[in-house]
């Protein structure tokens, strides 16, 4: 039997791993959370963005991007199933550790683990089943990592904590690519060189930030129908919530489409070695994530200071992405080294205020304290979905439907999309 966690009547207080934190959370807090969320992020976009590239263009480079969509899209199935159930089940974790903490640390070790698998492997196989072990234990990592948020964060602290998880994102691109092209080379030494980032960046705070142990008698025990039920959240009963979980899965979708194949695009459609003799196009994407990040870290503080002093949330998201799809729209329109430059800049100048303020306003939407893991496992589903989709849409808007101004049009299209559906929520202002 599976024990579930669910909310005490309101006439029962709750027990005090379930209530609302009105604490505010110190510096040892956020820069743990802070440093482990960068080390996840740095295993995962790494990978993604040059090593699994670098690696299978070795292996095949005749079908490099089918290989490459292959690859991350399975590994994208299983992070999708994975994270809502990871989610779930911490919630109703009794461990003396607390309910968060096994989970991060498990999914470190795991992830250093399939990391290491992945380094010798010579075949698309062999990779991908390598990579599907790398998604399933960050899934479980980012499970126990998003619920600690909400389980140690008041309300009017989360976009300002949400912009350091935030900006750790493009920082780890940052911070991977530099390891791979300038400390080491290839995917040899790669693999192991970030596995070792991301254990030794989580034990920080699995190592100091305490979570409260939830008593036995709040997890009754359930069926695996009725757990499993327990995954559909209705969108009729719960509106906010969907509409909030529809405009991430648009957001993140037109961002899994527009970054898939950017070190492809540099190379053949910006022909960014021919333009710079003796250089690489590894060398240009560099540039492009510096740029990328910088404005991230500009706006993400900025836009989680002024959204948690206003209290508002919608207006800074839907004009995050207005920016973010001016961005995309301007690599459509003109594909050039230039034009690539300046839409790096937008894009991470809206990124930064999305990634703080858009974390802050879910928090607020979540049907149950109880169920805060299991939920914001269903809220990543819509971070998952798109890079399943992403690999199929893109390769087809490549190769068929007009090349990289097709892809770029088309993302600029789901963010702005995005963007204004988020003015439909109600309960967060």
Excluded at 65 to 88: D, F, K
Excluded at 177 to 192: F, K, M
Aim: aromatic residues 6%; hydrophobic residues 50%; positive net charge.
């Amino acid at each position: 039997m599976i024990p579930e966690a669910r909310s005490a009547p309101a006439t029962t207080p709750l027990p005090d791993t379930l209530a609302e934190p009105v604490t505010r959370v110190g510096r040892r807090f956020v820069g743990g959370i802070a440093l482990v969320s960068l080390g996840m992020w740095t295993a995962l976009y790494t990978p993604i963005q040059v090593l699994l590239a670098q690696q299978l263009e070795t292996i095949d480079p005749g079908h490099k991007e089918s290989a490459l969509g292959l690859v991350t899209g399975l590994g994208a199935v299983i992070a999708l199933v994975a994270t809502p159930i990871a989610g779930a089940l911490s919630d109703r974790t009794t461990s003396r550790f607390g309910r968060r903490r096994p989970w991060l640390a498990g999914g470190a070790l795991g992830t250093a683990l399939g990391l290491g698998i992945l380094a010798p492997q010579t075949t698309v196989t062999g990779v991908a089943l390598g990579w599907c072990l790398v998604q399933l234990s960050l899934s479980a990592m980012l499970a126990g990592l998003v619920a600690e948020v909400p389980d140690h964060v008041p309300v009017a602290q989360r976009a300002v904590v949400s912009a350091w998880v935030g900006a750790t994102q493009p920082l780890a691109v940052v911070l991977g690519t530099v390891l791979v092209t300038v400390a080491v080379s290839g995917p040899h030494s790669g693999y192991p060189l970030i596995a070792a980032v991301v254990v030794l960046f989580a034990v920080p705070f699995v190592s100091s930030v305490k979570d409260a142990r939830l008593p036995g008698s709040a997890v009754p025990a359930v069926g695996l129908s009725r757990f499993l039920a327990g995954f559909w959240i209705s969108p009729r009963r719960h509106r906010d919530f969907a509409l909030a979980w529809l405009t991430r899965l648009l957001v993140q979708l037109g961002n899994a489409t527009g970054t898939l194949y950017l070190l492809y695009f540099l190379r053949d459609e910006v022909h960014y070695e021919q333009r710079f003799p003796g250089r690489e196009a590894e060398q240009g994407l560099l540039t492009l994530v510096v740029l990328y990040t910088v404005g991230i870290v500009l706006t993400a503080f900025i836009g989680g200071v002024v959204s948690d002093r206003l209290g508002r949330r919608k207006s800074l998201v839907t004009a995050s992405g207005v920016v973010i799809a001016l961005g995309s729209a301007l690599l459509a329109i003109w594909p050039t080294w230039p034009t690539a430059l300046v839409a790096a800049s937008l894009m991470g100048l809206g990124y930064g205020v999305y990634v703080s303020v858009d974390q802050a306003l879910i928090t607020q939407v979540l049907p149950t304290a109880g169920d805060r893991g299991r939920d914001l496992g269903v809220i990543n589903i819509a971070n998952s979905i798109p890079h399943v989709l992403a690999p199929a849409i893109a390769a087809v808007l490549v190769t068929h439907l007009g090349g990289y101004p097709a892809l770029f049009a088309f993302t600029a299209a789901l963010t702005l999309l995005g963007a204004v559906l988020v003015q439909r929520i109600r309960s967060v202002p």
